[in-house]
């Protein structure tokens, strides 16, 4: 490891250190973060996400989905999709109809207060390459979605290292 990589870690540890200290950006420093460390409730908005996802991409039911698991509203800021729940289904119904193997493999699920993360491969048939998809999701306190974001890269047919994506 070179000298001027070793510095930018040390750099960047010494930050998180003084985040860490003075409470910035820690989930526990007020009120608007109720519920960040309880443990039911994280793991319940991790389990609603990946059913959400599974049920609306997976089982092509995204009615059911939205149904089941978002809230009161659903804001989206997916540049393709428009905003609210039957925007949703219809943007996964045509989706789905023009991809008929579509499938969301989730690779990992975090959470963090009202907020959960999915890494997910996303493929389209059996023989594509597929995309590599963050999908950040907010919840409310009852465990339903209420806005959505994501960031989505092609697989590369090669690459620079050989750690793969997932």
């Not at 008929?100 to 996303?122: M, Y």
């Amino acid at each position: 490891m070179s000298a001027k990589h070793r510095a930018r870690l040390l750099v960047t540890a010494a930050v998180a250190a003084g985040v860490v200290a003075t409470g910035v950006g820690v989930a526990s420093a007020g009120d608007e973060h109720r519920g960040c460390h309880d443990p039911a409730a994280l793991a319940r908005n991790r389990a609603n996400v990946v059913a959400f996802y599974t049920t609306a991409f997976n089982a092509k039911m995204p009615a059911k989905a939205v149904r089941k698991y978002v809230g009161a509203t659903y804001i989206q800021h997916n540049p393709f999709a428009a905003d609210g729940p039957q925007a949703f289904i219809d943007f996964v119904t045509a989706f789905a109809a023009a991809n008929p193997g579509l499938n969301v493999d989730i690779k990992r699920v975090v959470a963090e207060c009202d907020l959960v993360v999915t890494h997910s491969h996303v493929t389209t048939s059996p023989t594509d390459r597929g995309s590599a998809a963050a999908d950040f999701f907010r919840l409310d306190e009852n465990g339903k979605i209420l806005e959505h974001w994501d960031v989505v890269q092609p697989v590369p047919e090669t690459s620079a290292n050989d750690n793969g994506m997932f």
